[in-house]
């Protein structure tokens, strides 16, 4: 089976610093990797997904993240964070074969805080 | 619009006492599955259907019971819930096949049970 692990569970930070949420994750065959938003009260919107191709890979709302096949990695990025980023992101991976085929692994979660 | 819906979205019910959470999608896919999200602990899948009269136990089923009889809806079943089943659940819904389709959530369930 795959697992995933979200190296914090909170991140603290102000408006239009950059930020770095980063995952971490484990699987025997190759994955597809995604970040979910969830915003306070509300369903879980994709963020971005890596399938395969370009490691780089840009989503909604200014957010990119970076496969990093030899160490395991994906992380989530964005340059300048705004209040409206608040919220609570899932990192997940779902193998591209095997027994598993199709299941969402997530990690447990990390709060972003942007404060004013 | 293209969509994943639940119902109730909130509930507050009592040990013991049978509940079902509705779930269903208009998107004419196959898969389908549960989770529930509890703090700390991220999403877990709870039971996932690969199409009609096919399901199969995720990571957490114990309690829980599900069943597929047409393809838009994928109900979830406590027979006998207990305070440890309270939590937040999420149905999902994506096309059968391809792993790289996404999977698409609905809003969620808030379940209490005292």
């Known amino acids: 089976a795959q697992s995933v692990t979200q190296l914090d569970s909170q991140v603290p930070v102000f408006e239009e610093a950059p930020v770095e949420l980063r995952c971490n994750y484990s699987?025997?065959?190759?994955?597809?990797l995604f970040w979910y938003v969830q915003y306070p009260n509300q369903g879980l919107q994709l963020l971005l997904k890596?399938?395969?191709?370009?490691?780089l890979v840009k989503g909604i709302n200014g957010f990119e993240a970076e496969f990093n096949k030899s160490q395991t990695s994906f992380h989530l990025r964005k340059p300048s964070v705004h209040i409206s980023d608040t919220a609570e992101y899932f990192c997940?991976?779902?193998?591209?074969?095997?027994?598993?085929?199709?299941?969402?692994?997530f990690g447990r979660g990390t709060q972003l805080t942007v404060w004013p | 619009e293209a969509q994943v819906t639940q119902n109730p979205r909130y509930l507050i019910t009592v040990t013991g006492k049978k509940l079902t959470v509705t779930c269903s999608q208009n998107?004419?896919?196959?898969?389908m599955s549960w989770y529930r999200q509890d703090p700390g602990l991220g999403l877990r899948q709870i039971y996932y259907?690969?199409?009609?009269?096919?399901?199969d136990k995720g990571d957490v089923p114990e309690g829980y019971k599900v069943s597929r009889k047409e393809k838009r809806n994928f109900p979830l079943i406590l027979e006998s819930p207990s305070p440890n089943q309270t939590s937040l659940y999420f149905c999902?819904?994506?096309?059968?096949?391809?792993?790289?389709?996404?999977?698409?959530f609905g809003p969620g369930t808030r379940l209490t049970v005292t």
């Open positions: 890596y399938l395969s191709g370009s490691t």
């Open positions: 699987s025997s065959v190759s994955v597809y």
């Open positions: 999902a819904s994506r096309v059968q096949g391809l792993a790289s389709y996404e999977q698409y």
């Open positions: 259907s690969m199409n009609v009269e096919v399901t």
């Open positions: 998107m004419n896919h196959e898969y």
């Open positions: 997940a991976v779902q193998a591209d074969r095997g027994s598993t085929l199709g299941r969402l692994y």
